[in-house]
């Protein structure tokens, strides 16, 4: 789960981790009164769950109270679109003000999980702002990485590698230290996946600050932390993703319009490979687990039909502890609840994978069954086309 940049700030105050002051704005006239508080000057900042709202025209400069009550109007409510919206862009429902700084210089800090060592891997660069991606392709020898040992935490000495890889030195040195291991502490307790702080900032007072945050959760962890799940935004989901978790189905949407029905994430990739191989393109990931029941196959199989991209749907599923009877009624049912508008290819293998074929052959639906999984894909595929 991730959660906006206004939350993750009041997580970083929570755990002493500076950044500016900064408030979410109601209205217009709030928007001029926080600027006032702020000594007539704010930065006007719309809250979406991507990146590089600078420069899409999220972040804007407000040099007096009345301007900072124009960019709130203009602002809140539009369609904001970024490098990481898609061309649809992102509805702006949140507007927060923040209290300008001087910059002296934008750093860049990341902790992410690492899932070749399984540890917290702490990345940090002298070349904040920017794309981080970008620093990494060109010039790699400008990111320092350092591995936390999980049993030790975060030590003085890594925490000191950092600032100094930073291009700290004296105080702003010590304040890096402190701000370091105050978020390696959030990141920890709070079950965080990914906290990024781009720019992470030294102001020409000497402050190390975090001028933007986003945070990114274990969603595996999120019931343990209610404070954090009441940060949860659904407007920043998609619908059909919502729906699933509903039920315990793992669903990604994606941009194609093949939608696929299978069990266990490994084979959704296995999958989502073939169906590209074929020429095709998934329109979702929906993963029905290990021991779906008849149930939760029918409300799967009636999210995918739901999604208006979808032309076609694909289901494949490995009957192991699941049994291709139960999946076999479970579409049966949810075609009989919504009816069936595209082609169905249905490839069926192991526990009661004959008794499954029976149930789908007798429905009445058309449903192509794919004798194996490359017949099914190209089925598919060819079924759009
Ligand atoms: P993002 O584009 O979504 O990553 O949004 P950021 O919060 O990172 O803001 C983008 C850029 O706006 C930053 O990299 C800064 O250069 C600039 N910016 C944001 N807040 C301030 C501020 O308080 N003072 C100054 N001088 N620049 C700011
Ligand atoms: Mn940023």
């Known amino acids: 789960m991730n959660i906006h940049e206004y939350q993750a700030k009041e997580l970083l105050r929570q755990y002493k981790v500076a950044t500016p002051n900064g408030r979410v704005a109601q209205d217009a006239e709030e928007?001029?009164?926080?600027?006032?508080?702020?000594?007539?000057?704010?930065?006007?900042?719309?809250?979406?769950?991507?990146?590089?709202?600078?420069?899409g025209g999220g972040v804007k400069f407000a040099t007096d109270p009345d301007k900072a009550a124009e960019l709130f109007k203009a602002m809140m409510g539009m369609q904001l679109v970024t490098k990481q919206t898609g061309p649809e862009g992102r509805k702006v429902r949140t507007v927060f003000i923040s209290d300008p700084v001087d910059i002296a210089r934008?750093?860049?800090?990341?902790?992410?999980?690492?899932?070749?060592?399984?540890?917290?891997?702490?990345?940090?660069?002298?070349?904040?702002?920017?794309?981080?991606?970008e620093v990494a392709e060109k010039t790699p020898e400008k990111i320092v990485k350092v591995v936390v040992?999980?049993?030790?935490?975060?030590?003085?000495?890594?925490?000191r590698q950092i600032a100094f890889g930073l291009g700290?030195?004296?105080?702003?040195?010590?304040k890096c230290v402190v701000f370091l291991q105050n978020l390696y502490r959030?990141?920890?307790?709070?079950?965080?996946?990914m906290v990024e702080v781009n720019p992470l900032v030294e102001t020409k007072t000497g402050d190390v600050i975090a001028l933007d945050a986003k945070i990114g959760f274990d969603d595996n962890?999120?019931?343990?932390?209610?404070?954090?799940?009441?940060?949860?935004?659904?407007?920043?989901?998609?619908?059909?993703?919502?729906?699933?978790?509903?039920?315990?189905?793992?669903?990604?949407?994606?941009?194609?319009?093949?939608?696929?029905?299978?069990?266990?994430?490994?084979?959704?990739?296995?999958?989502?490979?073939?169906?590209?191989?074929?020429?095709?393109?998934?329109?979702?990931?929906?993963?029905?687990?290990?021991?779906?029941?008849?149930?939760?196959?029918?409300?799967?199989?009636?999210?995918?039909?739901?999604?208006?991209?979808?032309?076609?749907?694909?289901?494949?599923?490995?009957?192991?502890?699941?049994?291709?009877?139960?999946?076999?009624?479970?579409?049966?049912?949810?075609?009989?609840?919504?009816?069936i508008s595209v082609p169905v290819v249905v490839r069926l293998e192991g526990t009661n994978v004959e008794e499954g074929k029976k149930i789908l052959a007798e429905s009445g639906y058309n449903l192509i069954v794919g004798e194996n999984i490359k017949d099914a894909a190209e089925k598919v595929v060819a079924s759009i086309k």
Do not use: W
């Not at 860049?108 to 981080?132: K, N, W």
């Not at 040992?149 to 925490?159: I, K, V």
């Not at 030195?169 to 010590?174: L, N, R």
């Not at 959030?186 to 996946?193: A, I, P, W, Y």
């Open 149 to 159: 040992d999980p049993a030790l935490g975060l030590s003085g000495f890594q925490a």
């Open 31 to 55: 928007a001029r009164q926080i600027t006032k508080e702020y000594g007539g000057q704010s930065v006007v900042k719309a809250q979406i769950h991507a990146g590089g709202r600078g420069k």
């Open 106 to 133: 934008e750093l860049y800090l990341a902790f992410l999980v690492d899932r070749a060592t399984s540890r917290v891997t702490v990345m940090a660069s002298t070349e904040g702002g920017v794309e981080i991606e």
């Open 168 to 174: 700290f030195s004296g105080d702003g040195f010590k």
């Open 186 to 193: 959030l990141f920890v307790e709070k079950d965080c996946s």
């Open 221 to 339: 962890g999120l019931f343990r932390h209610p404070d954090v799940l009441a940060y949860r935004d659904l407007n920043e989901e998609a619908e059909e993703e919502i729906e699933a978790s509903k039920f315990n189905l793992n669903f990604i949407k994606l941009d194609g319009n093949i939608g696929c029905m299978v069990n266990g994430a490994g084979l959704a990739m296995g999958t989502m490979d073939i169906i590209k191989y074929h020429g095709g393109s998934p329109a979702n990931f929906l993963d029905v687990g290990g021991g779906a029941t008849e149930d939760a196959v029918k409300n799967a199989f009636r999210i995918i039909l739901q999604d208006t991209s979808v032309k076609a749907v694909l289901v494949n599923i490995f009957g192991g502890i699941m049994r291709c009877d139960v999946v076999a009624k479970g579409i049966v049912n949810a075609a009989k609840e919504i009816g």
